[in-house]
């Protein structure tokens, strides 16, 4: 079954599929400059939680081994303008951080243990690539856990795009779908167009119909009146940031999703890695929500599609914990009280 590949990591520099052009055309940029791998990010480029930690960490690994830093003190002094270059592109996808930390304290613990700069570089860069490795394996962990919820036939609905293209593995919401798929179950997926930057319609759609899978593509505004029908069986989105208490931010648009479930007692799941999480905020109120350029909302793809007039453009919203059936993570499913079984699923204990 076809698996997009978003990112990659080549002798020639990180090889990204550009999402902006999707389904248009297929191209691929190559970078050799962290710079390029910030603006890449914050451009959108490449996007989707796990994979913009894939990126930030692929990033400093570039920054790193091309620095023209002489000795360990002079990439010391370096290596945190890196990595500030890179937090400062997207904020509410906490991957990002999740990724730079882990970065930061490789780069730490190879600069006690050793001055040879060569060795260092060489290091970040099998970190990076350690990183995507892991992302992969995480995918298809979740995927596993998440199939066992997914109905034998019938109707699933997600948001956004949580495939492939988000992840650089198999993709979480869609890692789901697509392992159940492949299981037998005969699923056909709703896939709201996501409003303004269209991840449904041209990067969700594109991946179902290139896997096989059975879709059908909805405007966001008829969400109400597909979950009324009694044909959806389950809904999974992914997620950016997932508070201590399970409050979780997604793409605008999945907080009155969750809500509509609720009234149509359709199952609302979460499909996220542990590196998601986010346990010192206490809930979704504390999650810094991201706003972009109103020109997205009154253009699409550099066509006015409305007046000279204000556009907001909160890129994420928060979805209460109450509203969620159940979390999927590479470890396990987490269930209500959140503020447990979270903690739980960190500490890497076992959840029934």
């Not at 090889?15 to 191209?27: A, C, H, K, S, Y």
């Not at 447990?340 to 076992?350: G, P, V």
């Amino acid at each position: 079954m076809y698996v997009a590949q978003p990112i990659e990591w080549t002798d020639r520099g990180v090889v990204m599929l550009d999402q902006r052009r999707l389904p248009g055309e297929e191209i691929s940029h190559t970078y050799t400059d962290y710079r390029e791998v910030a603006r890449a990010i914050r451009e959108m480029v490449i996007r989707g939680a796990p994979a913009i930690g894939v990126a930030a960490a692929m990033g400093v690994a570039l920054g790193v081994l091309h620095s023209s830093a002489k000795s360990v003190e002079e990439l010391r002094a370096e290596f945190p303008q890196i990595c500030e270059v890179i937090a400062k592109t997207r904020p509410t996808a906490v991957d990002l951080f999740w990724a730079l930390e882990r970065m930061k304290a490789r780069f730490v613990e190879l600069t006690r243990q050793s001055s040879d700069l060569t060795k260092i570089r060489q290091a970040l860069v099998a970190e990076a690539q350690q990183i995507h490795l892991e992302k992969k394996a995480t995918d298809e962990a979740i995927g596993r856990y998440g199939a066992e919820f997914m109905p034998r036939e019938g109707q699933v609905m997600t948001q956004c795009n949580a495939g492939a293209l988000a992840t650089g593995g198999i993709g979480t919401a869609l890692g789901v779908i697509r392992v159940a798929f492949e299981q037998g179950k005969k699923i056909h997926v709703l896939v709201p167009e996501t409003r303004p930057y269209l991840q449904g319609a041209r990067l969700t759609a594109w991946e179902l119909h290139r896997g096989g899978i059975p879709l059908t593509l909805i405007t966001d505004n008829m969400v109400g009146h597909f979950l009324k029908s009694g044909k959806v069986g389950a809904i999974v989105t992914g997620a950016d940031r997932i508070a201590a208490n399970g409050d979780t931010a997604n793409k605008i648009g999945t907080y009155q999703m969750a809500v509509l479930a609720r009234e149509n007692n359709v199952p609302f799941y979460i499909a996220a890695p542990i590196s998601t999480f986010d346990l010192s905020i206490p809930n979704g109120d504390h999650i810094p929500i991201e706003e972009r350029s109103a020109a997205e909302v009154t253009h699409i793809q550099g066509v006015r599609i409305a007046p000279d007039v204000p556009a907001a453009h909160p890129a994420f919203d928060v979805t209460p914990a109450r509203y969620i059936a159940a979390i999927f993570t590479e470890r396990g499913v987490a269930r209500s009280p959140y503020t447990q079984s979270l903690r739980d699923l960190a500490s890497e204990k076992a959840i029934a």
